[in-house]
């Protein structure tokens, strides 16, 4: 740990610390999603961390995805906005924070997945329903079902326009 949250932990400890992030989540062509196995908690996860004094999240997001994963973002969509009791979360060292995270999609990225910084231990593209939400980290557990629920939704021909799935009646 580095930065803004390096100095803040310095001055309260483990204490709960109010914690602004921005993450990515990078789709492939064919809207897998890029998950990392974290070494803390070893549950999967995307890119993202604490946004530093005066850094536009959208800067801090791409900042992340490159230390994280090694990929440069080329266009970010705005996807949600991650906070409340699900995001509160107690890292494996007691370090506690009240996650308020924006999160972005990736579409267009270039480079080569691989861990760079050593916070993941693996990096794998997953189909939504290859998602098990119990192995995902849980601060981002709602934000990753969120996804899972509209991309299941947009391929539905009931709800959806781009139908792949034939109604079962």
């Known amino acids: 740990m580095t930065g803004y949250m390096a100095e803040m932990r310095k001055l309260v400890g483990h204490r709960t610390i109010i914690q602004c992030a921005a993450s990515i989540m990078c ?3 064919n809207g ?3 998950l990392g196995k974290r070494n803390d908690n070893h549950k999967w996860g995307y890119s993202g961390g604490a946004v530093e004094i005066d850094e536009r999240v959208e800067e801090c997001a791409k900042r992340e995805l490159f230390e994280e994963m090694g990929l440069v973002a080329e266009e970010l969509e705005y996807f949600c906005v991650n906070s409340g009791p699900e995001a509160h979360y107690i890292y ?3 370090d506690e924070v009240s996650n308020i995270e924006i999160v ?3 579409r267009k990225w270039h480079g080569e997945p691989k861990p760079m910084d050593g916070e993941m231990e693996d990096l794998r593209f997953f189909p939504v329903s290859e ?3 119990s192995e995902i980290s ?3 557990r709602s934000v990753v079902e969120k996804y899972i629920s509209q991309a299941v939704l947009c391929r539905n021909p009931l709800v959806g326009i ?3 799935y034939e109604a079962d009646f």
Request: proline share 14%; glycine share 10%.
């Open 27 to 29: 789709l492939d062509e």
């Open 138 to 140: 849980p601060p981002i």
């Open 162 to 164: 781009r139908g792949e």
């Open 32 to 34: 897998r999603i890029l």
């Open 131 to 133: 998602i098990d939400l």
């Open 104 to 106: 972005f999609i990736c």
């Open 92 to 94: 494996p060292n007691g």
